[in-house]
């Protein structure tokens, strides 16, 4: 650190808490010094010549020299295999017990000394030397993981190990959580550490709040998902291979996966996308579905600063005529920025103020930090320090409290791998549901500790309990998210058993669906922003978040009326639709822009609100089924590399195609249109597909078009549910589905399945075969 790293630190949080900030990364790097010694030497091991094997259900165990390999296909296809006899528990991205092992699945020699497991969807070849293969039923190689190599050091202590793997030439990435610079993960190395990148980020920063090691894998071969089940500290470096011209040699694609400590275990789901995701939400648990008012349009600042300034703000949607679901207040809404309190002159009867807005439609959500202050008197501090034989928070090697530096000043951390403290944090949420909020969302949860140098999370030396196990802030750095995203969900199921809860967290791990979603962070005011904004909500949904959306706006600074409207345009389509910004960026309300960005604000808004039940019957599919909302233009199509190569676009469900404008000064776009007829929504133009089309885009609307023969619910004129119906092409079915709005509490789920016909000039709809069964009103479109 210098002097301007010095300054600068104390500039951004100001003096005292800057030259604090200083003292806690000190004191950080000092507890690690002493807790963590240096490696020192280290041997390298290999797991050598296979010397052996012992089948097992749904697979067995391959032993080698110095070391063995355990493979078990599981009930429903997906396929793990571990090194050095890990099995799949203990994982927190599993919700629960291993999947059963399928018995049909069997170990069995294959040739040159190698053995092989045949499932029904895959053929595992295990190599005499440990390299092993992943093949399709008909024989096509879809991974080969290459003899993994281990780093122990001499002295005793965690192994560090590295994971090559070799895809085929045509081979494309995704995933890896929540990264601004995909969808596509091209060449580079990706890190696997949940990190607050500082205040902002753009395309070129990674790693972010969310990551995990999960990576999805699409080729002609096929498509599959390779999960590395370690949540230790690690990175992931990608290159896409390249098709040899002519006679040419194939320069495949390569995965290298690289550990700090950890067990070496992996799970692969194989089949099309749609299968693919339906695996891994069977592996990691489904998504939950929010209640539908958070399907709706979303208002956030840091620095409301008063109850006044808030019906304010509500008072000028409703004025406008524009629709309003939800209002997020930020920490300013705090006394002294101390988590579950409210600042009474600001904020004098916060029941009161959310019981209002409720009535007019308008929901009120919290945001929650973890970091409590330490100091004696709080409530949240006394109680916690009360919890268990030692207390509720993250401790050092010695046994004392960890202390960080956050908006509250000094400041300690709940250890959420630990059910106690989980249960206590849990019932903490009543004093939120007390003052009228609804729901809630974590911040600040990667964790962060302001640091004035190196990393601004807790020292690595930190002692968890994980679930008893016991271990460091090396193991539980990635998880922490996720575990308090589980004491909260949990929480608050507790406290209102009839609701179901509302939650979303800014950082997390594999399983975080089963709790909420997530959004983007602070990310950068500008094109390239807006950019990222998309790319993180796709990488995200193909890792098991459907539910995720940006900062509509970005956090900082101040966007051109063109960037808010456009940016405003791509949240209206995504998932969480919500505005938002940092205190000094501005406002975010639509009218602030001038007239012609508040009509195009309204007319997207009221689109918004028209597609509500279409928004419900996405949700609920995702929990049925796996799929994300919103789908890369490839979903169903994996096998058209055009598609492949596409960024700018991304399928609403099965039904919408929405191309929205991420450049300045554009007026009409070109759009790659999988296969089939499309619509589009507003002109009525038909286009064809394969190919690509030019589209009109101007600046009052963004091109969405709508599938031939697609069933799409929306809500008619008088607010009841509508069938809008886009005609099939003759020969052509086609259809979707619906699930109807039952409230936000827990009633069964009933799927009613549509097709669509053309028939002598007349569209024909049918629920299951039967004209007569649709009872609400059908509009057909495109005829």
């Given at each position: ?7 600068r ?5 100001g ?8 003292r ?25 010549a296979?010397v ?15 070391s063995?390999?355990?493979?078990r ?7 793990f ?16 017990a ?9 170990l069995?020699?294959?040739?040159d000394?190698?053995w ?44 560090r ?11 494309r ?10 969808p ?10 949940n ?12 790693p ?38 002519g ?22 789901v194989?089949?099309?996308p ?66 579950f ?14 019981e ?21 008197g ?11 034989a ?55 949860n ?29 193991e ?26 509302f939650?979303?967290s ?55 009326p ?46 918004r ?8 019957t ?5 929990r ?6 919103v ?24 039904a ?20 089939g ?18 589209v ?47 409230g936000?509490?827990?009633?069964p ?35």
């Amino acid at each position: 650190m210098d002097g301007r790293d010095l300054v600068r630190s104390v500039k951004s949080v100001g003096s005292k808490q800057g030259l604090r900030t200083v003292r806690s990364a000190w004191r950080r790097a000092r507890a690690d010094a002493r807790a963590l010694p240096a490696r020192g030497p280290e041997r390298a091991r290999v797991p050598g010549a296979v010397v052996g094997a012992e089948p097992k259900p749904g697979g067995g165990v391959v032993r080698f020299a110095r070391s063995e390999l355990r493979i078990r296909v599981a009930v429903g296809g997906a396929v793990f295999w571990g090194w050095g006899g890990t099995e799949p528990l203990p994982s927190y991205a599993l919700p629960g017990a291993a999947p059963d092992a399928d018995p049909r699945a069997l170990l069995e020699p294959d040739k040159d000394g190698g053995w092989q497991v045949v499932s029904e969807r895959l053929t595992v070849v295990v190599s005499r030397h440990g390299a092993v293969e992943l093949r399709t039923p008909g024989g096509v190689v879809l991974r080969r993981e290459l003899p993994p190599r281990w780093w122990e050091p001499v002295a005793g202590g965690p192994a560090r190990w590295v994971q090559r793997s070799e895809l085929p030439a045509d081979a494309r990435f995704f995933g890896l959580g929540g990264r601004a610079a995909g969808p596509r993960l091209r060449d580079g190395e990706y890190g696997l550490w949940n990190t607050d990148p500082g205040g902002r980020f753009g395309p070129e920063d990674d790693p972010l709040y969310l990551t995990m090691p999960a990576q999805v894998v699409v080729s002609d071969a096929g498509t599959h998902l390779a999960f590395h089940d370690n949540s230790w500290a690690g990175r992931v470096v990608l290159s896409e291979g390249e098709e040899g011209a002519g006679s040419g040699h194939d320069r495949p694609g390569t995965s290298e996966v690289r550990m700090e400590g950890g067990p070496l275990r992996c799970w692969v789901v194989v089949g099309t996308p749609a299968r693919v995701l339906q695996g891994w939400s069977a592996l990691t648990g489904a998504p939950v579905v929010p209640p539908s008012w958070a399907l709706g349009p979303q208002h956030a600042r840091w620095g409301f600063g008063s109850e006044r300034e808030v019906r304010r703000v509500v008072a000028g949607y409703r004025e406008r005529g524009l629709p309003l679901s939800v209002l997020h207040l930020d920490i300013d809404h705090f006394d002294a920025h101390r988590v579950f309190t409210v600042d009474r002159e600001r904020f004098p009867d916060l029941p009161g103020l959310a019981e209002e807005l409720r009535g007019g439609g308008v929901r009120l959500v919290s945001i929650v930090d973890p970091a409590v202050a330490a100091v004696p008197g709080d409530a949240v501090f006394d109680t916690g320090a009360a919890v268990g034989a030692s207390g509720a928070f993250v401790r050092d090697a010695r046994g004392r409290a960890v202390r960080g530096e956050v908006w509250a000043g000094e400041c300690v951390y709940p250890d959420f791998t630990d059910p106690g403290v989980r249960e206590w944090w849990g019932g903490l949420y009543e004093e939120r549901l007390a003052q009228g909020f609804s729901g809630v969302w974590h911040d600040m949860n990667e964790p962060v500790s302001f640091m004035a140098f190196g990393e601004a999370t807790l020292p690595r030396s930190s002692r968890h309990a994980l679930e008893g196990r016991g271990g460091d802030h090396r193991e539980a750095h990635n998880v922490y998210g996720l575990a308090m995203a589980r004491a909260g969900y949990e929480g608050l199921l507790r406290l209102r058993p009839r609701e179901r809860p509302f939650l979303f967290s800014r950082s997390g791990w594999a399983g975080m669906q089963r709790y909420g979603g997530t959004w983007s962070g602070d990310v950068t005011t500008g094109w390239p922003g807006l950019r990222a904004s998309l790319s993180l909500v796709l990488g995200l949904g193909l890792c098991g978040v459907p539910y995720s959306g940006p900062d509509v706006g970005g956090f900082g600074g101040s966007p051109s009326p063109e960037l808010y409207l456009r940016w405003f345009q791509l949240g209206a389509y995504l998932p969480l639709f919500r505005t938002h910004a940092a205190i000094g960026a501005g406002r975010r309300e639509p009218w602030e822009f001038g007239p012609l960005v508040l009509e195009g604000a309204r007319e997207v808004l009221v689109e918004r609100e028209r597609l509500r039940p279409y928004w419900v019957t996405l949700a609920q599919l995702a929990r049925l089924t796996g799929a994300p909302y919103v789908r890369p233009l490839w979903w169903a199509a994996p096998g058209d590399r055009a598609l492949r190569e596409c960024e700018d676009a991304f399928l609403l469900g099965d039904a919408l195609l929405v191309a929205p404008v991420l450049e300045p000064g554009v007026v009409e776009r070109s759009v790659r249109l999988p296969q089939g007829r499309w619509y589009d929504t507003v002109s009525g133009a038909v286009y064809e597909g394969p190919g690509q089309v030019m589209v009109e885009a101007p600046l009052s609307r963004v091109p969405v078009l709508a599938r031939a023969g697609s069933v799409i619910p929306v809500r008619g004129s008088g607010g009841g549910l509508e069938l809008e119906v886009w005609a099939p092409v003759e020969g052509v079915g086609g259809g979707g589905s619906v699930v109807r709005d039952r409230g936000d509490g827990w009633a069964p789920v009933v799927v009613e399945r549509y097709t669509t016909r053309l028939s002598g000039g007349r569209v024909v709809v049918e629920r299951d075969g039967e004209e007569d069964l649709v009872d609400c009103p059908v509009r057909v479109r495109g005829l």
